[in-house]
């Protein structure tokens, strides 16, 4: 990275607020009809808008990927639109942050923050590449049957009886990796999209999750019991390798990584999970501590991005140690090529994907779950 | 007694931000965040009011640090001036605003008051200079509290001196500011 764009990066991180609350002064100064509606005009809820974006605009800049930036702001667009905003507020509200910018920043950082907002501007006024999302479930698929069965009754808060959906799919004929991959994960991924719609609160959001969480111990409970009963084959014989799957600080989404920790043990890995928002210092020490052949690590957002760089800088530092890194999560999903920048060794989209690249990075060929 | 000696901040981090140096800005925020915030409390009506302008000091910060020349001003004295200058514009700005209340308005009166201390730079320079001939432990003290933003108490606490005796060293060193500006003048 560049001293320029890091410093450009940091300067918006760290006066983040001040640059939004000028832009939500200039919006609501520039647009006198929206600052007299109660509902859209509020100062506040315009400045926590822009503050985010700034946040946004300061990763792209710091992991030098413009498309990042472009990608949130199609995202926010899609959120504005599903809660009835207007997404022209959100491009005007924009245009204000850029003149803000490009009079306040310092000249050596004007270029570059106004280059990435011009350009995600630009892919703003596009027409859409992709259809308005809708459920990727559909109802005549078994396996989407029993995802829409099982997150219906978590949602009505009968855990029991999600429970009861899963079990009896995995004493049925499925195996337990397809439990995860095929019910609860979908199930997972639905309740994001329609969060994103705004058809779900966040505390749905956590009940499901909640949900999961549950069945996902059971599932973990369950398999080791009947292994050891000798009821069923191991899934895969143990190799002595091991690895640490966490999120980085300031991620505190740990479902992903706990499904993750999941699929390495069930494919004979000695799989030690931290969870979530784990810093940087303390998952170096536990790579050491754990003498771990693999580091799993997970960045929900862009904005995540920066720390999951630290984390990778602070493991690399440890003396003597060869451990491979791999990293996931959405927030490296807008930039195929980050996670190389960022000093990791490989990048999965899946859980699957992520137990056969971490055995080749570790030199195990190939590792079915 | 002996009074601890005030290190001397490295003068570098406003040249650094001006040449675009990353980790200078959290540097600064390091350096002089408490003495904005001293001077910014001081002014606000609130305290979320000063957290507002300390950010918006640290924006005009960010964009003049080029501008920063070491023969002129020191980096305190940089830094203080533009955050005074930011407040009187916010309490200006405020002022405007149809619900400014009559509290706003005594303190943008005692700011304005400043504004003229602030904006007399020749006798901004004479002051420092006639700071710069007192003894170390008066120079010590008024630094501290001007520059700083620290309390009698807070620089009693630094010098390791008792509260009466701070309060003396900085009375008696601003009352020979005060004569040496009345004599040149």
């Known amino acids: 990275m560049s001293e320029s764009t890091s410093f450009t990066a940091e300067i918006l991180e760290t006066s983040a607020s001040a640059y939004a609350g000028c832009a939500a002064h200039l919006f609501l100064e520039q647009n006198p009809e929206i600052a007299d509606e109660s509902s859209r005009g509020d100062l506040r809820t315009w400045k926590s808008h822009l503050t985010h974006r700034v946040l946004e605009l300061s990763a792209a800049v710091g992991a030098e990927e413009p498309a990042i930036f472009a990608a949130r702001l199609q995202w926010a667009g899609k959120a504005f639109d599903a809660r009835d905003m207007k997404t022209r507020d959100l491009r005007s509200s924009l245009a204000c942050l850029r003149e803000v910018l490009a009079e306040e920043l310092p000249e050596i950082a004007r270029e570059t923050a106004t280059s990435y907002i011009d350009s995600a501007l630009d892919a703003f006024d596009q027409p859409p590449s992709k259809p308005a999302m809708g459920s990727g479930l559909d109802p005549a698929n078994p396996t989407d049957r029993l995802a829409l069965q099982y997150l219906q009754a978590a949602l009505e808060g009968d855990s029991p009886h999600a429970v009861d959906i899963v079990i009896a799919a995995t004493e049925d004929s499925l195996s337990v990796q397809d439990a995860y991959l095929k019910i609860l994960l979908p199930a997972q991924q639905e309740v994001g999209r329609l969060w994103h719609t705004g058809d779900l609160r966040i505390a749905e959001e956590h009940l499901v999750t909640t949900t999961t969480e549950r069945v996902m111990s059971i599932l973990a409970y369950r398999s080791t019991a009947l292994a050891a009963a000798g009821s069923v084959a191991l899934p895969s014989t143990a190799h002595g390798k091991t690895v640490l799957s966490a999120t980085v600080a300031g991620n505190t989404h740990h479902l992903a990584v706990r499904v993750l920790a999941d699929f390495f043990e069930m494919a004979g890995w000695r799989s030690i999970c931290l969870g979530a928002n784990v810093p940087p210092s303390d998952l170096a020490t536990a790579v050491v501590y754990f003498d771990a052949d693999l580091l799993m690590l997970s960045a929900a957002l862009s904005t995540q991005i920066k720390m999951a760089r630290q984390t990778i800088e602070e493991v690399r530092q440890l003396p003597d140690r060869t451990t491979k890194i791999l990293v996931g999560g959405s927030g490296f999903n807008d930039a195929p090529e980050l996670w190389q920048r960022i000093g990791a060794d490989g990048h999965a989209l899946t859980a699957d994907s992520a137990v056969t690249l971490g055995a080749q990075l570790v030199g195990l060929g190939s590792s079915d779950p | 007694m002996s009074a601890k000696p ?139 509290s001007t520059y700083h933003g620290m309390s009698h108490r807070e620089i009693s606490q630094n010098m390791d001196l008792p509260l009466g005796t701070v309060k003396t060293y900085i009375r008696r060193g601003l009352n020979r500011v005060r004569e040496q500006l009345e004599t040149i003048g």
């Open chain 2, 6 to 144: 005030i290190e001397d901040p490295s003068p570098d981090i406003l040249a650094r931000l001006g040449e675009g140096d990353p980790g200078a800005a959290e540097e600064c925020l390091d350096r002089y965040g408490a003495m904005v915030w001293s001077l910014a409390r001081r002014f606000s009506p609130s305290p979320s009011d000063a957290e507002d302008a300390v950010q918006e000091i640290f924006l005009a910060v960010w964009k003049n640090a080029a501008r920063f020349d070491p023969a002129k001003a020191s980096e305190p004295t940089f830094i203080n001036m533009i955050a005074r200058r930011r407040l009187i514009d916010l309490h200006r700005h405020k002022q405007r605003r149809p619900e400014a209340t009559s509290s706003e308005l005594e303190l943008e009166t005692m700011v304005d008051q400043r504004s003229g201390e602030i904006e007399a730079r020749a006798e901004m320079r004479l002051a420092s200079r006639a700071i710069k001939d007192l003894r170390q432990v008066e120079r010590d003290a008024i630094l501290l």
